[in-house]
């Protein structure tokens, strides 16, 4: 084999364990984000004094389209 092959499959293998390195870093950065999300929401419905059956329906009504008496209000605005 020659030595400019080898050369080559070496550095792709290094190559490799890097970016195999670098994945399970970002699965770890991913999880800690989450983790921070997670504690920021939690603080944000505390604050609020919520319940969880009152954030439900917060949620809820975010998620409901808008009546046609508020699309009609803004046309008229």
Do not use: W
């Amino acid at each position: 084999m020659s030595k400019k092959l080898e050369k080559y499959r070496t550095e792709r293998d290094r190559n490799n364990a890097k970016i195999a390195e670098l994945k399970e870093e970002n699965r770890e950065l991913d999880r800690l984000i989450t983790e921070l999300e997670n504690t920021e929401i939690i603080g944000l419905v505390r604050a609020e004094n919520m319940r969880p059956e009152e954030l439900a329906e917060f949620l809820n009504a975010l998620r409901q389209p808008a009546s046609r008496e508020d699309d009609e209000h803004e046309k008229e605005c």
